[in-house]
């Protein structure tokens, strides 16, 4: 499982020209899930995500989480995060996990990121989203549990 988490002022996600989610300060996260991926392996990264120390302190350290800050997270699910183009040009998704257990697994990170106290915005699994944000210093870190 990955989460590429980006540190952002401000993130939206839009389907058919309507805003159906969006976030002030705090990470956009695109979420993506592989064949073999468990419920465990949600619920750590959620932990760690929650966490994660990204956000500068009074002294200008990055030594403040999202819990710390009162931040939001805005979680997109994103299979193309385990595009494989060792073959070419072309990508190839077989590594992602199928849709079924892609949604369930999305599903159960986003509760358990809420169990951490974080307040949590979505987009649509499977829809065709316009993903917006302001991207904060920029700061873009990749979780992946193996």
């Not at 980006?6 to 002030?24: C, H, L, M, T």
């Not at 200008?60 to 710390?68: A, I, Q, V």
């Amino acid at each position: 499982m990955r989460v590429l988490a980006q540190r952002v002022i401000r993130g939206a996600v839009s389907i058919e020209g309507k805003e159906v989610a969006a976030i002030g300060p705090g990470l956009v996260l695109l979420i993506g899930v592989a064949k073999g991926d468990t419920m465990a392996m949600a619920q750590k990264l959620a932990r760690k995500t929650a966490a994660l120390r990204i956000f500068a302190d009074n002294a200008g350290k990055l030594n403040l989480s999202l819990k710390d800050i009162g931040g939001r997270a805005l979680a997109v699910s994103q299979f193309t995060l385990y595009a494989d183009t060792s073959r070419g040009n072309r990508p190839g998704f077989d590594p992602a996990a199928p849709p079924e257990l892609a949604e369930k697994l999305y599903g159960h990170f986003v509760e358990a990121l809420k169990e951490q106290g974080i307040q949590v915005q979505t987009g649509v699994f499977q829809a065709h989203m316009l993903v917006s944000l302001e991207n904060d210093g920029p700061v873009t870190i990749m979780l992946e549990e193996v």
